[in-house]
C-alpha cells in the first residue's frame, strides 16, 4: 500500500522543491531591499556631496560660521546650521526628557490597568499627529501665548517651536520608556515590596535602574528625532543660517535648510543643489553618532543590570 | 523482506544506533535502536529529560525545522526499507506517511472541518465529496464525529481540551498515515479526556502502528504492547509491556518502575 | 494555663509609623505630579485643536473640498492635495506593503542566524531612524534625476514607501512572532511545506496585526511632509493630474504616475507660510482635516490590535 502512495510523491518533490527554494529567494530580495536602500541612500548623499567638498574645503565647512550658499558672496560654515539644530534640540529635550519621564514612571508603576489602557491608546494618537499640524501651533499658537509673556519674543524664534517638539516627543518617550518598564520582572517589585518599600522608592530605586537601558533607548530616540525633525522648525524658527546658541532668535536649522532650499528653484548640480546634500550628510553623521552612542550606553548599562 | 520478532510480530519501521545531537552539540540520544510493531502500541517511558520526545520527533523529522540539528544512523521505515533519516529523503514525504500528535491540543485557529481537511489539502486533494468523506471518517474514528457534526464550520478554538486533543488526532488521521507518534498526548488534559483519548488509541492500532511517549507509567501499562525504557538518551530496556512491569531484566528499569528513582 | 504574649518589639513601630508616613506621603505626590503631567500635556493638546479647528471652521464647506487652490484665500479650496495625496498613497501602499511584509515574513520564517540576516536586521532598525528628511535628498538624487522620473507621484509614492517600509517590516515581525511554534509543527507533522505553513497559517493568523502596522504606516505617509517638499513637489497646483481609470478599454492609465503634484501638508505649509491671515484660515482647515484623517485611521488602528489580542488566546 505504500509503495503506490509514495512515488507520486516522488515524482512531486522536485517541482515543490523548486518552487520552495524561488519563494525564498524572493522573500530573501524583498528583505534585502532595506539594505539596498542604507547603501542608496549614503551612496547619493556621498556622491552628490563631493562635488561641494572639492569646492568648499572641510576646514572651512566646520570652521566657518556663515552659511549662505544661495547669495553673491558665498560662505559654508555649517556650524550656523548645526547651532540651530542644536539649540532646537536641546529645548525640545528639557521639556521632553522629563515629562516623558514622569509619564513613563507613572504609568508603569502608579496608573491603574484601567487608567493606562486608557492613556496608552491616546499617546498612541498623539505620536500619528503629523509634524505640519504642529509647526503651525507653534507659529500660531505657542510663539503668540510666549510672545504674551516675553513681548520682545520675534514672530521667528527658535523657543516656540522647540518647547512644541519637546510636547511632540513625549508621547515617544513615554512609550519606550514604560516598555521597558514594564518588562521588568515582577519579582523585582515583589522583592523591594517585601522589604517595606513604597511605590516611590521602588520607582525610583529599583524599576528605573533596572530598565535603564530602555530609558536611555528612549532618549537616544527622542534626540534622533528632535535632530531630524523638519515641519516645525521650518514653519516657525525662520528660515535665516544664524549662529547663535539663544532661543530667542531665528534661525535655521540643517533640515529648514534643507526644505528652504528645495521650495526654491534649485539648479541641479549647482552648488546650491550640492550643499543641501553636504548638509544631509551631516545630519546623517549626527544621527547615526547619537544612535551609535545610544547603543553603546545600552550595552554598558545592560552588562550592570 | 518482512522482518519479524519471536511473538511472530511484524515490524513497521525500526532504528538502528541512531545518535542525535542538537544544534549546540549535546547529544540527546546514543545508539538507540527499537522496533515499532505493526499495529501495537509502543510506549516510551522515563524520566523528563531522557530524550523520549527527541527520539519521537525523529520519527517524523521534526528536527528538521531546527537549523544546526544533526542525526546519525537509520529509522527504517518497512515494507520498503526507506531510511527515513537519509537527507535525500524528503521529510515532507515522511510526515505525510507518519503523523503526529503533540503534547497540548494544538489545533489551528480555523473551523473543525477545516483543521481535519488541512492534511488532505496540502496533498492537493480538490474534490470536496473525497475530502467531506475523508473528514467524516476520521472525525468518526477520533470519536469525535457525534460531537461535532452539526457544528463543523465552528471554530476549533471554541472546543474543550479533550475534544481539541480528539481534533488533531483526527486531523493526523484523516491523511491515513502508516504510523502515528503521540508526544504526552493526555498530560495536558483532565482525567475523563484522558481515559478518552486512552480508549482512543487502543481502537486505533487495528489501522495502525503507534509509538506513544508518556510521563505516566499507569497510562503505558494500560494501553502498550510494548514498552521501552530511556534513561540518559539510551534505551534501557525494551520488552512486552507486561514483562517490563511484572520482571524488568534490568535494574534500573525496576527502580524506575517501583518509584525508586525518577 | 496562661498564654503569654509578647511584651518586646525590635523596633519602635512608632518610628516605623512615622517613616511610612512620611514616604507615603512621596508616593501620593508623584502620584499627583504625574496625573497633572499627563492631563495637562492632553488638556493643552486639545485646546490647541479645538483652537485649529475653530480656526478653520468658516472653511468647512463642500467648496473647500472640490476648488483648487486661488490666490484669493476665500475661493481657494484643496480639491489637487487630497487627490494627489490619495494618487501618492495609492503608489506608496501598493509598493511599501507587499515588500515590507515579505521582507516581515523573510526575517521571521527563513533567515538563517548568520552575517546575512544580522545586516538586514541592523538595517531595518537603522532606517527607522533615519529622519524623514534623508529620505527626501535620497528621492531627489536617485529617482528624480538618475531615474528621471522627475517631480512626479511616482516619486513621492515611492518616497514615501520607502519611509514606511520599516513599520510595516516591523509590524509584521511582531504579528509573525505571536503566532507559537506549536501551530507551525501541526502543519509540518501533516506534510506541509514551508511556504504552505506560512501561507495558510503564518500569514492568516497575523494579518490582523500587520494590517495594524499598515493603516499606521499610510497615517503616517498622509501627514508626511518634509520629504515630499525635498523632493520639489509643487506647492500650487490647479489641474488634476489624469485619472487612473476611464470608460474605455484597456479602462486602467498609468499616465497619471508622471503628473505633478501636491499633497494636504504641502498644501497646508503652502497657506501658513503666506502673511495674509485669511490663508492662514485654509491652513487650519487643512491641518484639521489632516488630523481628523490621521486619526481616524490611527484610532481604528489601534482598536484593531486590541481586538486581535483579544480574539486569538493561544
Not at chain 1, 106 to 122: D, G, M
Not at chain 2, 144 to 164: C, H, I, M, T, Y
Not at chain 3, 38 to 66: E, R
Not at chain 3, 174 to 201: D, F, M
Request: with cysteine; charged share 15%.
Amino acid at each position: 500500500m505504500s509503495e503506490t502512495t509514495i512515488s507520486p510523491q516522488l515524482a512531486k518533490k522536485f517541482s515543490r522543491n523548486l518552487i520552495e527554494r524561488l519563494i525564498e529567494f524572493g522573500l530573501l530580495c524583498s528583505a534585502a531591499f532595506a539594505v539596498l536602500i542604507t547603501a542608496a541612500i549614503v551612496f547619493v548623499l556621498v556622491s552628490e556631496a563631493i562635488p561641494f567638498f572639492q569646492h568648499v574645503s572641510l576646514y572651512d565647512f566646520f570652521t566657518d560660521t556663515v552659511w549662505t550658499p544661495n547669495y553673491s558672496i558665498k560662505h559654508y560654515g555649517i556650524l550656523a546650521l548645526v547651532s540651530g539644530t542644536l539649540t532646537t534640540t536641546f529645548i525640545a529635550l528639557f521639556v521632553a526628557i522629563p515629562l516623558g519621564t514622569i509619564t513613563a514612571i507613572y504609568l508603569s508603576e502608579f496608573a491603574s490597568h484601567k487608567v493606562r489602557e486608557t492613556i496608552k491608546p491616546i499617546l498612541e494618537l498623539l505620536v500619528g499627529v503629523p509634524t505640519v499640524v504642529f509647526g503651525y501651533f507653534a507659529l500660531m499658537m505657542v510663539t503668540p501665548l510666549l510672545q504674551k509673556i516675553y513681548p520682545d519674543l520675534t514672530t521667528f524664534n527658535m523657543l516656540g517651536p522647540g518647547i512644541v517638539m519637546g510636547i511632540m516627543i513625549v508621547p515617544y518617550i513615554a512609550s519606550v520608556a514604560e516598555d521597558s518598564m514594564r518588562a521588568v520582572p515582577m519579582a523585582m517589585r515583589e522583592g523591594a515590596y517585601a522589604m517595606g518599600a513604597t511605590r516611590f522608592q521602588t520607582a525610583v530605586r529599583v524599576i528605573t535602574p533596572a530598565a535603564i537601558s530602555g530609558i536611555v533607548a528612549a532618549y537616544i530616540l527622542a534626540i534622533s528625532r528632535a535632530v531630524g525633525e523638519t515641519m516645525i522648525v521650518a514653519i516657525a524658527a525662520g528660515q535665516q543660517p544664524n549662529f547663535t546658541f539663544n532661543p530667542v532668535e531665528s534661525a535655521a536649522t540643517i533640515t529648514s535648510y534643507i526644505v528652504s532650499v528645495a521650495l526654491g528653484d534649485l539648479e541641479h548640480g549647482g552648488i546650491g543643489y550640492q550643499s543641501i546634500f553636504a548638509a544631509g550628510l551631516t545630519l546623517l553623521l549626527m544621527t547615526l553618532s547619537f544612535n551609535i552612542v545610544g547603543h553603546m550606553a545600552r550595552k554598558k548599562f545592560a552588562e550592570r543590570y | 523482506m518482512v522482518a519479524k520478532n519471536k511473538h511472530n510480530e511484524i515490524v513497521k519501521a525500526e532504528s538502528k544506533d541512531l545518535n542525535f545531537f542538537y544544534a549546540d552539540g549535546t547529544q540527546a540520544l546514543k545508539n538507540v535502536s527499537l522496533p515499532v510493531y505493526e499495529n501495537k502500541i509502543t510506549a516510551l517511558i522515563g524520566p523528563s529529560g531522557c530524550g523520549k520526545s527527541t527520539f519521537l520527533r525523529c520519527f517524523n523529522r521534526m528536527h528538521d525545522l531546527y537549523p544546526g540539528n544533526r542525526y546519525d544512523g537509520e529509522i527504517t521505515l518497512h515494507p520498503d526499507n526507506t531510511n527515513i533519516l537519509d537527507k535525500k529523503v524528503d521529510p515532507i514525504e515522511v510526515r505525510m506517511r507518519i503523523s503526529m500528535v503533540f503534547q497540548k491540543p494544538n489545533p489551528f485557529p480555523k473551523s473543525i472541518y477545516e483543521n481535519v481537511a488541512y492534511g488532505l489539502r496540502v496533498r492537493g486533494e480538490t474534490n470536496a465529496r473525497v475530502i467531506d468523506e475523508k473528514i467524516e471518517e476520521a472525525l468518526k474514528g477520533a470519536s469525535l464525529w457525534e460531537e461535532v457534526k452539526d457544528r463543523l464550520q465552528d471554530l476549533a478554538f471554541n472546543l474543550s481540551g479533550g475534544q481539541q486533543q480528539r481534533l488533531c488526532i483526527a486531523r493526523a488521521l484523516a491523511t491515513e498515515p502508516e504510523i502515528m507518534l503521540f508526544d504526552e498526548p493526555t498530560s495536558a488534559l483532565d482525567p475523563i479526556a484522558t481515559v478518552n483519548i486512552e480508549e482512543l488509541m487502543s481502537g486505533l492500532k487495528d489501522k495502525l502502528s503507534i509509538l506513544i511517549v508518556t510521563h505516566n507509567m499507569q497510562q503505558a501499562a494500560r494501553i502498550s504492547d510494548y514498552t521501552a525504557y530511556m534513561y540518559l538518551g539510551e534505551l534501557v530496556e525494551h520488552d512486552k509491556t507486561d514483562t517490563i512491569f511484572t520482571k524488568p531484566s534490568k535494574k534500573e528499569t525496576e527502580d524506575y518502575i517501583t518509584g525508586k528513582f525518577g | 494555663m496562661t498564654i503569654k504574649t509578647s511584651k518586646k518589639t525590635a523596633v519602635d513601630v512608632n518610628a516605623i509609623r512615622r517613616l511610612i508616613k512620611k514616604h507615603k506621603k512621596n508616593d501620593l505626590m508623584f502620584a499627583a505630579l504625574g496625573m497633572f503631567v499627563i492631563a495637562s500635556l492632553t488638556i493643552t493638546l486639545i485646546i490647541l485643536f479645538l483652537d485649529l479647528v475653530l480656526d478653520g471652521y468658516p472653511k468647512f464647506t463642500l467648496d473647500f473640498f472640490t476648488n483648487f487652490p486661488s490666490r484669493r484665500a476665500a475661493r481657494a479650496g484643496i480639491l489637487s492635495a487630497w487627490v494627489g495625496s490619495s494618487l501618492v498613497l495609492l503608489v506608496t501602499f501598493f509598493v511599501a506593503v507587499p515588500l515590507g511584509i515579505a521582507a516581515g515574513i523573510y526575517l521571521e520564517e527563513y533567515a538563517k542566524k548568520n552575517w546575512i540576516s544580522d545586516i538586514i536586521e541592523i538595517n531595518v532598525s537603522n532606517l527607522a531612524g533615519v529622519p524623514s528628511i534623508i529620505y527626501g535628498l535620497l528621492a531627489l538624487g536617485l529617482f528624480v534625476y538618475s531615474f528621471g522620473l522627475g517631480q512626479s507621484i511616482l516619486t513621492a509614492g515611492l518616497t514615501l514607501a520607502l519611509l514606511m517600509l520599516p513599520i510595516v517590516i516591523v509590524s509584521t515581525r511582531e504579528a509573525i512572532r505571536a503566532i507559537p511554534i506549536h501551530i507551525r509543527e501541526a502543519a509540518y507533522a501533516v506534510g506541509a511545506t514551508k511556504w504552505q505553513v506560512v501561507l495558510h497559517h503564518v500569514v492568516q493568523y497575523s494579518y490582523g496585526g500587520i494590517l495594524t502596522g499598515v493603516i499606521i504606516g499610510m497615517a503616517r505617509a498622509i501627514g508626511e511632509t518634509a520629504p515630499v517638499i525635498t523632493i520639489g513637489a509643487l506647492t500650487f497646483i490647479a489641474f488634476l493630474p489624469p485619472s487612473p481609470v476611464s470608460i474605455d478599454p484597456p479602462f486602467l492609465n498609468f499616465a497619471w504616475l508622471n503628473a505633478g503634484f501636491t499633497v494636504l501638508p504641502i498644501q497646508m505649509f503652502n497657506w501658513i507660510s503666506r502673511p495674509q491671515h485669511a490663508f492662514h484660515i485654509n491652513a487650519a482647515a487643512t491641518g484639521a482635516v489632516i488630523i481628523i484623517l490621521t486619526a481616524m485611521m490611527n484610532g481604528f488602528a489601534i482598536k484593531l490590535r486590541y481586538n486581535v489580542r483579544k480574539k486569538i488566546k493561544w
